[in-house]
């Protein structure tokens, strides 16, 4: 019995692992699409950065979500980016202080983000310019 109790710790950790493997796979069952963007660097003091969108559709009611990240960006904290989608200004975001900026929405939540499809562009812009554009493909 001491012995159980010494490493109870470790059941711990295989119980919640084995819970995320099942509800995780259980969730998943229901994206109906997955579209992801894949960049295009236009301004040159930007291409060490990383850039990274998905948007995801649901079969079960739940909303929409789509997922943007900025990576490595050469701003200061703070400093502010925009996100367009087909030519139209749709969020605005803040560098953070490790240098990323993120976006992460679902569609239940009270931003105006249209539903997306495939080859709808996405275009990063920083001070009016754009810095990278995304056209949204599916991915299985």
Do not use: C
Request: hydrophobic share 45%.
């Amino acid at each position: 019995m001491d012995h159980f109790l010494s490493h109870f710790w470790f059941y711990g950790v295989i119980a919640v692992l084995a819970g995320f493997f099942f509800l995780g796979k259980r969730s998943n069952s229901s994206i109906t699409e997955k579209l992801v963007a894949e960049f295009e660097v236009k301004n040159p003091q930007f291409k060490l950065s990383g850039f990274r969108a998905r948007y995801v559709k649901f079969g079960d009611e739940s909303p929409d979500r789509i997922d943007v990240e900025l990576s490595q960006l050469p701003l200061d904290v703070a400093e502010i980016l925009d996100l367009q989608v087909n030519g139209q200004a749709m969020v605005s975001l803040r560098v953070k202080p490790n240098h990323q900026a993120e976006f992460d929405y679902w569609r239940d939540e009270n931003v105006g983000f249209p539903v997306l499809n495939a080859n709808d562009a996405l275009d990063i812009l920083y001070r009016g310019e754009v810095i990278a554009s995304g056209v949204f493909q599916r991915r299985g």
